[in-house]
């Protein structure tokens, strides 16, 4: 399950593919049957019964004040993410029917619904709403906004088209409850998904902007949106920067899924073109806290006074987590990239160890999953629990995903570096592609004199220094190669629009997947601009087994379907694996206190940490 995390991230347009709404009478056949409860889960126990006071991970006497600065990489056009046109900046956003626990896999509690319900067969889900939830006009939230906001969004992001395929229709069934119902039973996934739409306010978007037009969701704009939950945008400067302000009479405060977060009184994004100099801002205490993504940086650059004399804490914090697929990815729409021996013999000339020692330090694990470090990841042969879903789909898939394990190819030495750079060659000569020599330049080309041309199509400059190596290597088989850097907004709209050849396409995973892989890897996704099937993926082999996964009737069998659908993606050669660290690498200006426990599967900040003005002096005096 794809879960958002409240105040953590950008927030994006929800719900997509409802076939039709209507309202209904507050009369219900089934009434005396529902069973309400304070929240949902997947498989296991709910952890925290009804009436908890708050979660284990927070400090409920947690001070309020200060603030906190991001130094963010990229730039905005649009302050609306509910549509996937533009460059959305972070925001305040609605508040969600649930949100998520952060120290439990695939659970839910009430948030704008006080209750939820749903049959066993999970063919529709009920939710309830609190009276007191208000949007930041007064108004309140209701179940018609409910409704409008499931129809307004369902073509607003592509994301969302695939991840609620499933739902028929949206009824008001009370004063204060809406019911959604499933095209199909046993989507184990909907009635929690569903539970993660952000609830808009109709009357704002549905009246006149400040320009006296109709406001349209599902175009960019940058007129701050109405929002509902802790925080609201108080300015921006357009491209620069976002200052969110906590809304001292937030409806949600005294929740107890509220209680001990939210406590900063100011939250700003300041953005910045280079990331060399978002590193100095931060250096220069104009930032209060990086999440290093640069393992150069962390290991070469955190040397400055303030590390040294710890005003600066550099801290690696491991967290229980599904690492996903990050790779070189190819769309495959490109008939130079449909043949699988060609991506493969872009894997064979891939050094990762190289790369890993030179440039890394040794930092990171090479993937070998689309579920690195989890036990969703395959391993060794097929289990028989695993054969009896791929068995029926042998002449559609790979072959070696029933005999052999997958493994990427390993430069130990410059011996194995040139073994694999001929394997390359071999393999794109079966695929059709020769080598001619053209002076004293050779050049690789297919039985129409075709030159093989790949872009690297790239958004930050961190990434150049990793494909210039592999440059050379792919240069060495005569494929001629060129590296493109874009700004942000240049770069969101060639990959919305599929405008690329290899990009660095990275796939995140939690530890309940579930339909947002139809997203990810599923037929309908391919054809639809804007979608995270960047790679082009059509197969009606991996559609069924995505299936699998979406409608696994327990744990168990949800892991042996991510098992088995791992075999088929990694088989398909779809991508060039780079690499994972289990660990965030994180630094801070040493301004804030945080819970004596984390939650397992999330950082917690801003949300969970406050300003400690005590270690804020001593930052400012020492």
């Known amino acids: 399950m794809h879960l958002t ?53 927070v400090n409920p006497n947690a001070p309020k004040g200060g603030r906190v600065r991001f130094a963010v990489f990229g730039s905005f056009d649009s302050l609306n993410p509910y549509t996937y046109k533009g460059d959305p900046a972070m925001g305040a956003g609605n508040e969600t029917l649930l949100t998520s626990s952060l120290d439990e896999p695939s659970t839910e509690y009430g948030l704008i619904a006080s209750e939820v319900w749903h049959p066993e067969d999970r063919s529709r889900v009920v939710y309830r709403l609190r009276p007191e939830a208000r949007f930041h006009d007064g108004q309140p939230i209701t179940a018609e906004d409910v409704i409008w906001s499931m ?29 959604f119902v499933f095209g199909q039973a046993d989507n184990r996934e909907l009635p929690l998904i569903t539970g993660q739409l952000p609830v808009l306010p109709k009357h704002w978007w549905t009246g006149p902007g400040k320009d006296g037009k109709p406001r349209n969701i599902q175009e960019m704009t940058l007129e701050i949106p109405l929002g509902s939950g802790p925080y609201r945008i108080e300015s921006f400067k357009p491209g620069q920067s976002v200052r969110l302000v906590r809304v001292k009479d937030y409806w949600g405060k005294d929740l107890a899924v509220s209680i001990g977060q939210d406590n900063f009184d100011e939250i700003e994004y300041i953005f910045y073109r280079d990331p060399n100099v978002a590193f100095e801002a931060f250096k220069a205490d104009q930032a209060d806290w990086r999440t290093e993504n640069s393992a150069k940086t962390w290991a ?15 801290e690696e914090i491991k967290l229980e987590r599904v690492n996903g697929m990050q790779s070189w990815a190819f769309n495959t729409r490109r008939a130079k990239f449909q043949d699988p ?50 068995e029926p789909l042998r002449a559609d898939i790979p072959a070696e995903v029933f005999t052999a394990e997958y493994t990427n190819p390993v430069n130990v030495n410059a011996q194995e570096r040139r073994k694999n750079l001929r394997t390359a060659a071999g393999l794109l000569k079966e695929a059709g592609w020769t080598v001619s020599q053209e002076g004293s330049k050779s050049v690789l080309k297919n039985d129409k004199g075709e030159i093989f041309t790949v ?50 396409g990275s796939w995140g995973q939690s530890l309940s997947p579930g339909n947002e892989q139809r ?87 801003p949300g969970v940490w406050w300003w400690d003005e005590e270690k804020a002096q001593k930052v400012a005096t020492g």
């Not at 307004?152 to 809406?178: C, M, W």
Request: net charge positive; charged share 25%.
């Open 519 to 605: 997203e990810f890897w599923g037929s309908e996704a391919a054809k639809t601009d804007g979608s995270r099937n960047l790679i082009g993926i059509r197969s009606p082999a991996i559609d069924r087994l995505i299936d699998q996964v979406i409608y696994a009737k327990n744990r168990a069998g949800l892991v042996t379907a991510c098992r088995a659908l791992d075999r088929v993606l990694l088989w398909n050669h779809f991508v060039v694996p780079m690499w994972y660290s289990a660990s965030e690498r994180v630094a801070r200006w040493d301004r804030f206190s945080r819970p004596d426990v984390l939650p397992k599967y999330a950082l917690g900040f």
């Open 455 to 504: 872009e690297f199509l790239l958004d930050d400059p961190l990434f150049e220094r990793i494909a210039l190596p592999y440059k050379a290597q792919l240069e060495l088989l005569g494929i001629t190669v060129n590296i493109k850097t874009f700004d942000s907004t240049i770069y969101t709209r060639r990959i919305q629009t599929f405008d690329f050849d290899i990009v660095v």
């Open 300 to 314: 070469t650059q955190y040397t400055f006074d303030a590390v040294k004399t710890g005003k600066v804490i550099k």
């Open 341 to 390: 021996r060609v991506r493969l013999a872009f894997n064979y000339a891939f050094d990762f160890e190289w790369s890993n020692a030179n440039l890394f330090y040794g930092q990171y694990t090479r993937s070998k999953s689309y579920f690195n470090n989890s036990e969703l990841a395959a391993t060794g042969l097929p289990s028989p629990e695993e054969l009896a879903i791929l």
């Open 5 to 57: 995390r409240r105040g953590l991230i950008k927030l994006a347009g929800l719900l997509g593919a409802a076939q039709g709404v209507r309202i209904i009478g507050s009369s219900v056949a089934y009434a005396d049957e529902r069973q309400f409860k304070h929240a949902l889960t997947l498989f296991d126990d709910i952890k925290y019964p009804p009436g908890f006071k708050h979660f284990d991970y």
């Open 151 to 179: 129809m307004a969004l369902r073509d607003s992001h592509p994301f969302y088209n695939a991840y609620y395929k499933n739902i028929e229709k949206a009824e008001q069934t009370g004063d204060r409850e809406v019911t």
